[in-house]
């Protein structure tokens, strides 16, 4: 069966006897060559209703593009409709290889093409499961860092210290640029909006109080966990990611050192032992901001504004700031290793453990700030 637009290209079906069909494809398939459409072999397929197997003859095939791999394809799908044996493997490697890519989608997008329709029930029972799951998981890695801890004070974990004293500079002396800029911004933010209420009473002096209180009880710590969450524990979720991938993990197992000893213990105790100095820091440099407000746009003596902030302050706001800030490294080691750690074995898995550490670091430094301002309220601090 030839085509008349183009002698490029050349389809012969054969029918053999004991309900087998042969097609022998001949020439050059591309795609500007007008090549046949697969009714052709529907055609045939449908005058021999006996037909239980298909042979592809490509021995004199010369030259073909993408054109022949939309019509094997097409074959192949009508193969399968009529419940008809197609053998794939008598095609030249190169259309085996590029056929076998075409027809594999990936897990996650076959659901955009399937037909059934899933129902709200379901949506919801499988979110619930998969966040059940996060959370088993979560509390089991919570308990592998206990147990660490735990050997640690035996003098029972191996890690190196010249990898907590590098985790210690990544997550405290390499981070002052940024917490400097942050926590100072934060407080010249919010010196200048209290400037601009409280001059309207003439309550200009308070503004230390203002800066002071909010700084050292909320905004350092939060900020400061929020920069080190994507600066640090995004770091974090991503080297242990990387680690996954290229099987190193793997590797410290197989010579019997503890993962969580070697890898996450001294990464967790960077982070918490350092974002209690780096709120400290915070503090001094978000006052420092607010000062800057208070004496150039207030008009407010250096002296006057610094006896207004030391009188507004009690040694329970810097405790609880600090505690604080403990707190929020713990989480968001927890949260970035142990993404990082159960991270896939791929490149685009690493980018999604990194994105999700970031993430839900956020979340529980936000949730445990307003857990923190329930019983600081109900206690009276």
């Excluded at 183009?6 to 079906?13: G, N, Q, R």
């Excluded at 029972?125 to 959370?135: D, R």
């Excluded at 390499?174 to 309550?203: D, E, K, P, R």
């Excluded at 403990?326 to 290793?337: D, E, K, N, T």
Aim: net charge positive.
């Amino acid at each position: 069966m030839d085509s008349k637009k183009s002698p490029k290209w050349s389809l012969d079906i054969t029918t053999i006897d004991a309900g087998e069909m042969c097609l022998q494809l001949s020439g050059t398939w591309k795609m500007r060559a007008n090549l046949p459409d697969i009714d052709i072999i529907k055609k045939s397929l449908g005058k021999h209703t006996n037909i239980s197997k298909l042979r592809i003859d490509t021995s004199a095939l010369k030259t073909w593009d993408t054109g022949l791999l939309t019509f094997l394809r097409d074959l192949h799908r009508l193969c399968e409709a009529q419940h008809i044996d197609y053998n794939p493997e008598e095609l030249p490697k190169g259309v085996q290889s590029l056929l076998l890519l075409a027809e594999e989608a990936p897990e996650k997008y076959r659901h955009l093409f399937s037909s059934h329709r899933i129902s709200l029930f379901e949506k919801v029972g499988t979110e619930t499961l998969k966040i059940t799951a996060i959370i088993m998981g979560i509390i089991i890695f919570v308990g592998d860092i206990s147990l660490s801890l735990y050997r640690l004070f035996l003098g029972k974990a191996r890690f190196l210290i010249s990898d907590l004293i590098l985790f210690f500079q990544e997550a405290g002396v390499y981070a002052l640029g940024i917490v400097t800029l942050i926590n100072f911004l934060v407080g010249l933010i919010l010196a200048y909006i209290g400037a601009v209420q409280l001059s309207q009473f003439g309550a200009q002096i308070y503004i230390a109080n203002l800066v002071s209180i909010g700084v050292i009880r909320e905004m350092a710590p939060i900020m400061t966990a929020i920069i080190m969450a994507g600066r640090t524990g995004a770091a974090y979720a991503a080297q242990l990611g990387t680690m996954q991938v290229n099987e190193e993990i793997d590797a410290l197992r197989t010579l019997a050192i503890r993962p969580m000893d070697f890898l996450v213990l001294p990464r967790t105790l960077a982070l918490v032992l350092m974002l209690p100095l780096l709120c400290l820091y915070g503090d001094l440099v978000g006052i420092m901001g607010g000062g800057i407000i208070g004496v150039f746009v207030l008009k407010l003596s250096i002296l006057r504004y610094s006896v207004q902030t030391l009188s507004s302050i009690s040694i329970a706001d810097v405790f609880l700031g600090i505690t604080k800030s403990a707190v929020f490294g713990i989480l968001i080691a927890v949260a970035s290793c142990h993404r990082g750690m159960k991270c896939g074995r791929s490149a685009e898995a690493v980018g999604k453990a990194t994105t999700s550490a970031v993430v839900t670091s956020l979340v529980l430094i936000i949730s445990a700030d307003a857990l923190f301002a329930v019983f600081t309220n109900a206690l009276g601090i």
